[in-house]
Structure formats: structure tokens, C-alpha cells
């Protein structure tokens, strides 16, 4: 009997989707040959609901190891929205289940962040084979030291940050960088401390504006005439960090805003009187082709799925803990956000090279 695999891509875009998919791919024809039959579900669980797939062959899998982007598309399908019934009366957890079987898979490999493995763990609980792959640029998934297309997007926000060194000392300027990362401040904490960021901002950290504003100007004091800042998207000020997350969002409407990064910019040019600028690379981090470390991690994570289909381990995720490829269940995982802890020796490191965080 064929093994019948069907895979997905879903939630944000990142490096080495692809790389994962190929790792899979290879994997599963060098382990079961001409035995395995891959299906290629189109944009995530979008294509799961309204069946859209298709046969894959040998050939699609070649060429994209350093391939930004995944090759089978992907989309955001919200887990809040997966068992309401909306206006096109669609049953979106049946619909998938049905397609699952129209297909006659075996299992189903789904590579995506909190959100797709909250959906994944859905349908795990419905009786489908799920075996879960953690990407994301944030690195947030509970159970995994990493995900893949963190280290790629570090790169890329460490590249941002080092370019915007040289308007910021050329023009004796603060520069804010806002970098992705919604809940989580990893890539900020990782790619500030790689580009030498003078002050670094996280959700895990709330801030004060006067204490951002006491370090920039604690280097003007050094004759440093320039700053870099780097905010995480997801940054809050300590009055926020208080509020619950509908609260929040309605405060900062009020003020017209949606990250802090201008609020910053704003403070820091008026009660600073400072020449400031705000940057958002924003997509930037997402694009492009993953790095060495993402295109080795990918393998790994494919190939170790790969392994978890021939043993029908099913209903778990993909993880690397202390340099090992290993599995956690989903339903362990499932709806909890890894966070920065801020009293971890990085943090600490951080803080011993300069750094200030805003507290
Ligand atoms: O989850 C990855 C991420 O890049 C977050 O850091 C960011 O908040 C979000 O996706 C942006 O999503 P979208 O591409 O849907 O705007």
C-alpha cells in the first residue's frame, strides 16, 4: 500500500518553507521510494477547506532549498474563525476532514506558526494523522529552542540595523527600527544585540519613555551623538503591559497608532528635542532566501518528519531541544506562545554589553 502524505504551508511567509518541504520530500522517497505519494495542498488550510491540491512529483521538490517563500502558496485562516459558520455557510472543520479523506491521506504535514498549530491540534483531537513543523520569524512556538526562519530573519534585521548605523552616526541621529514580531521580542532582542542596538524594546520588557530617553541621552553624554533603538512590533510601555489586549488596542486607536515605535519617535524628538527617524522593514524580514543555519535546521525538521510518517507518529510537532531534532505532542503545545524570559542570561548579556532595555 502507498503511503499517501498531503502537505501545507500556512500563516506568514518565511525563509525556508521550501527547504522544509524539500527535506520532507527527499526524505520520504529515500525512505519509502516509489511507495509514498506526496499531495500539495494550495495556501495552507484554505486549500484543505475548498479542496484544492494537487499530485506532486519528484521534480517539484528540486531547486528550492534556497528558495525564499513556500512553493505551495499560503494564507492566513484565523483558528478563531475555524468553527464559525460565516455568511458562505461553509463547515470549515468538516469540509477539511472530508477533503483529508477524499484524498485518502495517511497523514498530513503542516508547516506553520502558533496559529496552524492551534488548527492542527483541531484536527488532531477530530481523529486526522498531524505531524506539525514550527516556522515562524518570531520564534515563539512553545517546545522548540528554534524555529525555522528565525535565524534567517535575524540576518535580515541585523543588516537593517548595521545599515541604519550609518545615517544614524553620519547624521547624529536616533534611528527606531521596528521589527516584526507581534508577541514576542526574539528577533528584536537577537538581531538588536547582533547590530549593536543602543536600546533595545520588547513586549517581555514594558518600557517608560523617560527611560528610553535617559539612555539616548546618557550616550549624547559619552560625545556618542547618535542612537539605534530597536522596537519590536509588539512593544508595550508599562501602563499598557497592565491592560488586557482589547483594552490596549482601543488606547492606542484613540492616540491613532498601532505599534509604540512612533510614540517613541515622537517623545524622543520633542522632550529630547532630537533628531529622530522611524524605519519599518517590515516584509523585508520575511523575504528573501533563508541562511545557511535555516537551510540545515529545514533539513533536519523535514527529514525527522519524514521518520515520523514512517513510524505513524502522528498528533505531534517537530522541535529542536539542545541541538536535538525531537517531537512534542501538539495538544502540549498547542495555544501557547514561547516567550523571551527577561531575566535570561541574554538578556543579562545584553545589559553587560550597554544595552538598555527601557525599564
Ligand atoms: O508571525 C509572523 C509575522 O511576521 C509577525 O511578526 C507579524 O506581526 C505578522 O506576521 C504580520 O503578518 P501579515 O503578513 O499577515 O501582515
Redesign the pocket.
Known amino acids: 500500500m502507498k503511503k499517501r502524505v498531503g502537505i501545507l504551508t500556512s500563516?506568514?511567509d518565511c525563509p525556508g518553507l521550501n527547504a522544509t518541504i524539500r527535506g520532507v520530500a527527499k526524505a520520504l522517497y529515500h525512505r519509502f521510494g516509489d511507495d509514498v505519494e506526496i499531495i500539495g495542498i494550495v495556501a495552507g488550510y484554505h486549500g484543505l477547506i475548498h479542496g484544492e491540491y494537487h499530485m506532486m512529483k519528484p521534480s517539484d521538490f528540486s531547486g528550492i532549498l534556497n528558495v525564499g517563500g513556500t512553493i505551495l502558496g499560503t494564507a492566513?485562516t484565523p483558528y478563531s474563525k475555524m468553527k464559525v459558520i460565516e455568511d458562505d455557510k461553509i463547515d470549515k472543520v468538516q469540509n477539511m476532514i472530508t477533503n483529508y479523506k477524499k484524498m485518502k491521506l495517511d497523514c498530513l504535514l503542516t508547516l506553520g506558526?502558533n496559529g496552524t498549530h492551534k488548527t492542527s491540534n483541531l484536527l488532531a483531537e477530530q481523529g486526522l494523522n498531524i505531524i506539525g513543523l514550527p516556522k515562524?520569524?518570531?520564534n515563539d512556538i512553545f517546545g522548540t529552542d528554534v524555529t525555522f526562519g528565525f535565524h534567517s530573519a535575524v540576518n535580515t534585521a541585523t543588516d537593517v540595523i548595521d545599515r541604519l548605523h550609518t545615517t544614524a552616526t553620519s547624521h547624529k541621529r536616533v534611528m527606531v527600527v521596528e521589527i516584526?514580531?507581534?508577541k514576542a521580542g526574539w528577533l528584536t532582542l537577537y538581531s538588536g544585540i547582533a547590530g549593536g542596538a543602543d536600546v533595545i524594546i520588547i513586549p517581555e520588557i514594558p518600557f517608560t519613555l523617560d527611560k528610553i530617553l535617559a539612555a539616548v541621552e546618557r550616550r549624547i553624554g559619552r560625545k556618542k551623538g547618535f542612537s539605534v533603538i530597536a522596537v519590536a512590533?509588539g512593544a508595550m510601555d508599562k501602563k499598557e503591559a497592565k491592560m488586557k489586549k482589547k483594552e490596549r488596542l482601543a488606547y492606542r486607536a484613540e492616540n491613532g497608532e498601532s505599534t509604540v515605535t512612533n510614540r517613541i519617535v515622537r517623545y524622543l524628538a520633542e522632550k529630547g528635542e532630537l533628531d529622530c527617524r522611524a524605519v519599518v522593514p517590515g516584509?523585508f524580514l520575511?523575504g528573501g532566501p533563508p541562511s545557511a543555519y535555516d537551510r540545515v535546521l529545514s533539513s533536519q525538521f523535514g527529514a525527522y518528519a519524514a521518520g515520523l510518517v514512517a513510524q505513524e507518529k502522528y498528533g505531534v510537532t517537530v522541535a529542536l531541544k539542545n541541538n536535538q531534532v525531537c517531537d512534542n505532542p501538539l495538544k502540549e503545545i498547542a495555544g501557547k506562545t514561547k516567550f523571551v524570559d527577561p531575566n535570561d542570561q541574554l538578556i543579562a548579556t545584553a545589559r553587560d554589553v550597554g544595552t538598555a532595555f527601557g525599564d
Open positions: 500563516g506568514g492566513r506558526g515562524t520569524i518570531d516584526m514580531g507581534n512590533e516584509h520575511r
